[in-house]
């Protein structure tokens, strides 16, 4: 199996009034061409972030992503232009995501036209209408602009921009949370049956779990900035070691009767990532909170060859 | 909070410097001599000579602007006329006492008169008594304060004869002033306070004291006016600061001596000095109600309250 | 305890009235709830759930929110027919709302405390004195799991799930009968939203408190609810008690759809069935049955004439497929 | 790469349902249309632009605005002299009349000077932040806190009086503001997700502000610019009232008034239609203004 992208040791920290905010903190990954990884966590806790620098949309404070072997943060301006075309984003927010003055098939030509990969009018109409098949968007959209459109239309147009350019690898920063669960179930079944296509690696941020493990190969669990857990989707949800992945498993509300008796849940809520302290940032809310927890760097302890979890329980 | 308050005072001065700076340049390349103006065309050229010596017209740009600068840092001195020779401190306050009156007169009336409009149109959205209030607001910024000055006159003064025409001598003198001075901003404040209102009105919080049978008349001066009363402040420092550099005009129609008609004569005289001093002046008095206003604001919003006590707290 | 009516609403119908058409929000909405019972209320965005509470209360957008017919009875009291006065104590006092964003349900410029006392002051007959107030508001902080020191805080100190425990505390305060929750979890993240669960949850069996619960997530449904009314396009196409939605073999087409979407953590699926197309204009609303468009068991009916109510017991459906040799409503 | 594939997951009545369409500026004409205040704004407005325009068709400026005829001032409003004349004896209809076209094109001019200069000084500002934005906005703060009559009346006095100078000074001393809502507007469009995705396929700066923010922007940049001509139309007339905008005898309204001022104890009527022709003319700009803005952004109609 290639890897088409890891990172190594990805960092990336903002500074704020109140002191340093680790919004990224010392992430490894690797994604192989044509899987998914999902990247999972509650608001706040840097996923978003990490899906934008691992595109170079913000520049990371430390370390690396390697896309094909090439440290994407080395790229000059010609190579970042290159590195556009194998590696586009799905953004959340199917309204604030498009230019409401643009038609649909002006947004869905725009990165064409930038990254000149079309040669004349003709041939870049052609493609936006062949693109638009491919999503389902049908042609009586073609001049249609979105405020016309609902919100999965839209969805449709970010997903037919970002195939534009024929990507290996798309970021899909929480593409169904905005929708309808209807909706959402389409463009699901729209971007699995993509990537059986097109080969396409995903990384799948969201802070839903059952969608996740619907569409992942592989999940990452993130907790303020860090990965606390990196397994095979079926290891993950078979056998969740940290518990906070058990906490979060076992909050979702399961739509069957009788699935669950007692709601067991974790007090507390999510703190800051400005300046943490050392040691495990789950600590605090967590159950099984040692005193070694709160005072060095926790490791990462490979279980298997495929399941990573970062907790003082399996040292 | 007193730590917010002198930092503001601090990083006024920069403000106060850019100002004096800007003015100085433009009544620098003003044409004309000040004491060429002074003394009028019949002086000789060696007295006119000599006033510019004593007034020290005579130096380059920045040897001017310094020395100028340099006297009010080391010794608080902001000149002296050139035109009455008098301090430029003693120009100013003798005049600035007609602007306040004016200015105090129509502040009032705009903000009293403006809130309570601007609630009773919000509350009574698209009803007559709305219909009413938003033609008049745009009728009273539609119109030029000089004109609507001049027909108050006509009417008041030339016609009914129950108000003085012009002059500062008495209280009555104020009333028409002060109303065409607030009619601009009273329209303001309607506009500001319905918009505000009617915003405000629809926020969650608002329609969660509904659901708690909170009573109509608690909801809308208590969780409503509590929270659109922000923007109103702002704009009513604002307006304030506005207005007691903003009635120029006002006093010229009015023939009030006050600071506005300083400043034109100053201007026609190159009085810089004066100019400027008046100028910093009014900057200086419209900071102070930006920062009442902020701490107004500070009063009614505990979010902004926590603000400075946070910052006061972190540091400390 | 039981079969004892506290709310039914028969027949409703609401129209907003905007600038540029008549948006027809709920259309012909029937329900019912016994006393110290959880009704779920399921559907998509502009299904028509918000709307259904804000009638009960009678907080409609004033002139552009209009309730065109039917009625609403609470505790054997014509909702709509009452004064202003009336509506004003039933509500906080009997029946009280949960609003679906707590960053914004809280009066920033009030003290928690406050906010909490005012349902309290204006309504109560069992606390009246000041001391009586505060100790009430005590108790209720502490009921909800935060310290009663922090009734002197403002809203903007808490974070997003502790403000919610405020506002379930602000809608508690005076004991009604019936709770109206608005998506109360929606915008909090998992962890916090499983945490407010278990909180109205034993909060509703203590109190025997009635709730309806607005949501369009089955999960939560299925975790609190005794029965279930599914709503589309402003009215419940099917509703019973729980387990003859969660169960049983008849179901409306887009119930079935519904539950297709929701990838299920327990079962492995390769691939969702979601429902094709889009929710209906509810300014423009199809013929007939207004899930027909989407309906995968359309038939030529459906397009022409308004599915009728099919009863099985408790259970209802409304649709013309299993309206053949079932007992019908006129 | 890019195999065609057949449709997936179209909705059976993807073809079949038909959506209202319309384009955007019809859709914002029709909103607009529907506001009544607005269009008689525009009706007026259309009407006084025409009077203006055509004003040298059917008057001779030398004869019937300038020349004075002492025989035959101060008559009050008749059939002859709808308006009366004044103390030169000039008619004053024809006098607001050519007024119309010196009062417009000063105010549009003076907003063209701001307009334009405040929205390269807001865009780069807001776009580009850091260092130069403090810079830019600390000078337009010292401006700012300059009153605006006063500013202009001392920057005329610099440049010299005449109807250019006139221009630039008002044209400067409201360029701060402008500045201010100029980069408010970008600085909100900047952070929206549909610049970094323009950005995420390597748009360049120069084509992300051209076709990505400009158009936009330019909504609210056209409703302040038509409010701005509004209060410009007020500013100018101030000036001239004070002497120091447009000088006797061209016709301007608040040059009129000014001429009026010092008979209007005994001559009231010289005031009413230079000062009517003002308010008429901000009244219907400023209800073109705010009918753009509700047309632009249904949203934000209360």
């Excluded at chain 4, 409003?77 to 119309?100: N, Y």
């Amino acid at each position: 199996m290639s890897d088409l992208i890891y990172t190594k040791g990805l960092k990336k920290y903002f500074k704020t009034p109140r002191g340093m905010l680790h919004a990224v903190d010392d992430i490894n990954l690797t994604i192989p061409a044509g899987k998914t990884l999902g990247v999972v966590g509650e608001s706040g806790c840097g996923k978003s972030t990490l899906g934008r620098t691992m595109i170079r949309l913000i520049d990371a404070t430390e370390g690396s992503v390697m896309f094909e072997g090439k440290d994407i943060n080395t790229f000059n301006k010609k190579e970042m232009k290159e590195f556009c075309k194998e590696a586009q984003m799905i953004f959340q927010d199917p309204y604030s995501s498009i230019n409401p003055r643009m038609s649909v098939a002006q947004l869905i030509a725009e990165p064409m036209i930038v990254c000149k990969t079309v040669s004349g009018k003709k041939e870049l109409e052609e493609r936006v209408k062949q693109l638009m098949d491919t999503v389902g968007l049908a042609p009586r959209f073609y001049y249609s602009y979105p405020h016309e459109l609902d919100g999965g239309r839209r969805q449709r147009i970010g997903v037919a921009r970002a195939l534009a350019l024929d990507p290996k690898f798309v970021v899909c920063d929480e593409p169904v949370s905005a929708l309808d669960v209807s909706i959402q179930a389409q463009i699901l079944n729209l971007l699995m049956d993509l990537q059986d296509q097109h080969q396409l690696a995903y990384m799948f941020i969201t802070h839903d779990l059952s969608v996740v493990k619907h569409i992942s190969h592989r999940i990452m669990v993130m907790y303020l900035g860090e990965c606390i857990e990196y397994a095979e989707t079926d290891e993950l949800y078979e056998n969740p070691l940290h518990p906070y992945t058990k906490a979060l498993l076992n909050a979702i509300p399961i739509p069957q009767l009788g699935a669950k008796k007692n709601i067991e849940t974790i007090s507390g809520e999510l703190k800051s990532p400005i300046e943490p302290a050392p040691g495990c940032r789950f600590a605090p809310r967590c159950p099984y909170a040692k005193p070694e927890c709160m005072n060095e760097k926790i490791r990462e302890i490979q279980i298997t060859p495929t399941h990573k979890v970062a907790c003082t329980l399996y040292y | 909070m007193y730590r917010m308050i002198i930092k503001r005072l601090i990083m006024l001065i920069p403000v106060l410097l850019g100002i004096s700076f800007i003015l100085f340049t433009i009544m620098y390349f003003t044409p004309g001599d000040a004491a060429r103006l002074l003394l009028g065309d019949s002086a000789s050229e060696e007295a006119v000579e000599a006033l510019r010596e004593q007034l020290g017209l005579n130096g380059g740009f920045f040897e001017r602007y310094f020395d100028y600068i340099g006297n009010i840092i080391l010794h608080g001195d902001f000149g002296i006329s050139y035109r009455t020779r008098n301090p430029v401190f003693t120009e100013v306050f003798t005049r600035f006492h007609y602007t306040l009156r004016l200015a105090l007169t129509a502040i009032i009336i705009s903000s009293v008169l403006g809130v309570l409009f601007g609630i009773l149109s919000a509350v009574r959205q698209y009803s007559i008594a709305d219909n009413v209030i938003t033609a008049v607001t745009l009728f009273l910024t539609s119109m030029p304060d000089f004109w609507l000055g001049m027909m108050l006159i006509i009417i008041f003064a030339v016609n009914l004869k129950v108000l003085p025409i012009s002059g500062a001598s008495s209280w009555e003198c104020f009333i028409l002033p002060g109303f065409t001075a607030a009619a601009n901003y009273l329209a303001n404040t309607i506009r500001m306070t319905r918009s505000s209102m009617l915003e405000t009105i629809r926020m969650d919080y608002v329609r969660t004291a509904r659901a708690k049978g909170v009573p109509e008349k608690k909801v809308i001066f208590g969780h409503t006016l509590k929270n659109a009363l922000m923007p109103i402040v702002t704009l009513v420092g604002v307006n304030m600061g506005w207005q007691l550099g903003g009635t120029i005009i006002i006093e010229q129609v009015f023939g009030i001596p006050g600071i506005g008609s300083l400043m034109i004569q100053s201007i026609r005289m190159k009085d810089t000095p004066v100019v400027i001093g008046c100028i910093m002046f009014i900057a200086f008095l419209s900071s102070l109600i930006n920062l009442a206003t902020d701490i107004i604001y500070a009063y009614i919003d505990p979010r902004i309250r926590a603000q400075y006590v946070t910052k006061k707290a972190v540091k400390a | 305890m039981a079969n004892e009516k506290l709310l039914e609403i028969k027949d409703l119908h609401v129209v907003y009235h905007t600038d540029e058409d008549d948006v027809y929000a709920v259309n012909d909405l029937t329900l019912s709830l016994d006393k110290g019972q959880t009704l779920g209320l399921v559907g998509e965005t502009g299904a028509g759930k918000t709307t259904t509470c804000l009638s009960i209360l009678r907080l409609l957008p004033d002139k552009i929110g209009e309730v065109t017919g039917g009625s609403i009875r609470f505790n054997g009291k014509d909702i709509l027919g009452i004064s202003e006065e009336e509506m004003r104590d039933i509500r906080g006092q009997e029946i009280a709302m949960i609003f679906q964003d707590p960053m914004s349900s809280l009066n920033p410029v009030y003290t928690v405390g406050y906010q909490i006392a005012e349902a309290l002051k204006y309504h109560s007959t069992e606390y009246k004195t000041e001391q009586e107030i505060e100790k009430r508001v005590e108790e209720m902080l502490a009921l909800v799991g935060i310290t009663p020191e922090r009734k002197n805080d403002y809203p903007h100190q808490f974070s997003g799930g502790m403000k919610q425990r405020v506002v379930i505390a602000m809608a508690l305060a005076c004991d009604p009968k019936l709770l109206l929750a608005d998506e109360p979890t929606t915008a909090l993240d998992v962890t916090i939203q499983a945490q407010v669960l278990k909180l109205i949850n034993e909060l509703k069996d203590k109190l025997k408190t009635a709730v309806v619960l607005v949501t369009h997530d089955l999960g939560i449904v299925a975790e609190t609810c005794d029965s279930v009314a599914v709503m589309y396009a402003g009215t419940v196409i099917e509703g019973g008690p729980i387990e003859t939605i969660f169960g049983g073999e008849n179901h409306h087409p887009y119930t079935v759809g519904l539950f297709g979407s929701i990838p299920n953590l327990k079962v492995k699926t390769k691939r969702l069935s979601p429902i094709e197309g889009l929710m209906p204009d509810p300014a423009d609303l199809p013929k007939g049955c207004a899930f027909s468009p989407r309906c995968p068991k359309c038939m030529d009916i459906c397009r022409t004439t308004e599915p009728p109510k099919v009863f099985e017991g408790e259970h209802m459906i409304k649709c013309h497929l299993f309206n053949m040799n079932k007992e019908v409503e006129a | 790469m890019m195999a065609k594939s057949k449709n997936i997951a179209v909705s059976p009545n993807e073809e079949t349902h038909e959506v209202k369409r319309r384009g955007q500026i019809a859709q914002i004409w029709f909103r607009f249309r529907k506001n009544k205040m607005a269009f008689a704004g525009l009706i007026i407005f259309g009407l006084l632009v025409l009077v203006a325009a055509t004003a040298p068709l059917y008057l001779n400026f030398e004869r019937d605005v300038i020349q004075q005829n002492i025989m035959d001032r101060f008559q009050g409003p008749s059939a002859e002299h709808i308006f009366g004349t004044d103390q030169f004896g000039r008619d004053i209809f024809k006098r607001v009349l050519w007024g119309a076209r010196v009062s417009m094109s000063v105010g549009i001019g003076v907003v063209v000077v701001s307009l334009g200069g405040g929205a390269i000084l807001g865009s780069i500002s807001g776009y580009f932040g850091g260092m130069l934005d403090n810079v830019i906005m600390r000078i337009c703060d010292m401006f700012l806190a300059i009153p605006g009559t006063l500013l202009a009346i001392a920057l005329v006095s610099a440049f010299g009086n005449s109807i250019p100078n006139l221009m630039l000074a008002l044209g400067i001393s409201t360029m701060p503001k402008m500045s201010r809502i100029v980069r408010s507007s970008v600085l909100t469009l900047k952070n929206q997700e549909f610049i970094e995705a323009a950005r995420s396929c390597g748009t360049s700066n120069a084509r992300i502000i051209i076709r990505h923010i400009l158009p936009n922007a330019i909504g609210p940049i056209i409703v302040e610019g038509t409010l701005s001509v509004a209060r410009s139309i007020i500013s100018v007339a101030s000036m001239s009232f004070i002497g120091l905008g447009i000088q006797p005898p061209n016709p301007e309204w608040g040059a009129m008034l000014s001429e009026a001022k010092t008979q209007m104890i005994n001559y009231p009527y010289l005031v009413y239609a230079p000062g009517i022709s003002i308010v008429l003319t901000v009244m219907s700009l400023t209800l073109i203004g705010d009918g753009l803005r509700d047309a632009l952004d249904p949203k934000m109609k209360n």
